[in-house]
């Protein structure tokens, strides 16, 4: 990265904080984590619309693509543990099985490494755990 890159993406950064501290000041402290309770998952076909067919008739469904969001999450180790634990639920909603979930992450050993694929089954097993308990 050049400086003149470096000095563009530091100005971006400071103007998206400033914004989001302006449009609300609680997005200061944002977590991820605490996201997850406020919204855990998306139905199935709200996931459709989203990520499925309703925009993108001829293309990938949303069970598909949040395969392939798993297996790039995955990828980013540990930094994506939130966003690697909605996809997984939004994954189970949209039809995945958890066979699948499990074989998209392994598949990405090679690429993110075991201690990365090692990260997202454990964290691919307290969804599945997590899922077993909502059966009351």
Not at 102 to 107: G, M
């Amino acid at each position: 990265m050049n400086e003149e890159f470096s000095k563009l993406f530091k100005t971006m950064m400071e103007q998206g904080t400033e914004m989001a501290r302006l449009f609300n000041p609680a997005l200061e402290s944002f977590s991820p984590v605490n996201f997850e309770k406020f919204f855990p998952t998306m139905s199935k076909d709200m996931m459709e619309i989203w990520f499925g067919r309703t925009f993108n008739r001829e293309g990938l469904d949303a069970r598909t693509r949040l395969l392939l969001t798993i297996a790039a999450l995955t990828v980013l180790g540990a930094q994506a543990d939130a966003q690697l634990r909605l996809t997984i639920r939004h994954a189970l909603e949209a039809g995945a099985t958890q066979r699948e979930i499990a074989e998209a992450i392994f598949q990405m050993s090679m690429f993110g490494g075991v201690p990365a694929m090692t990260r997202a089954l454990e964290i691919a097993r307290s969804v599945f755990d997590e899922k077993s308990g909502d059966n009351t």
